[in-house]
């Protein structure tokens, strides 16, 4: 059964010209990388993760810039505590999971995932979660440069 539902999952990945390579995993029976929008160095993985037959895994993050992570920890205790506060506030509601990496004192790399199980598995919810992953990753990085600016010459990193 995971068998047929990865080959589907791949074919969606291809129709929507969004699939980029297959990867290997030891953790995962299937591993596939979309690039989100394409052609855009932007990456999403879809892990089939080995202890689970039930279910897959959408899972990117983005890696603050060193300008931008600077940024951050140059604000007063207030005011980081306020911003980061902000973010967690506002994607809390969303189906997406998401952590904070090292820990949200040392804002290093915001991590999403979203959990589909096979009993409610269609297109249109599967391409639904790999959209809400991508806008969680659009959000850190507007609110970095709404609060920082662009800083010339260093984007976010894009973690996958």
């Known amino acids: 059964m995971k068998e047929e539902i990865a080959k589907k999952v791949r074919d969606w990945l291809v129709e929507e010209g969004i699939y980029k390579d297959k990867i290997a995993d030891e953790n995962a029976d299937f591993h596939f990388l979309a690039e989100v929008p394409p052609n855009s160095r932007q990456f999403i ?7 689970r037959e039930d279910m897959l895994v959408i899972a990117s993050g983005i890696k603050l810039s060193d300008d931008h992570y600077r940024s951050v920890m140059s604000l007063g205790d207030a005011k980081r505590e306020e911003l980061l506060w902000e973010i967690r506030f506002k994607i809390l509601f969303l189906e ?24 409610g598995l269609n297109k249109n919810l599967f391409m639904d979660a790999i959209r809400q992953v991508h806008k969680c990753k659009l959000f850190i990085i507007w609110m970095m440069q709404r609060s920082f600016g662009g800083h010339e010459g260093s984007d976010l990193i894009m973690y996958r």
């Open 45 to 51: 993985d879809v892990i089939f993760p080995k202890n």
């Open 96 to 119: 997406t999971g998401f952590q904070i990496l090292p820990n949200a004192r040392d804002p290093q790399l915001f991590q999403f995932t979203r959990e589909i199980y096979f009993d």
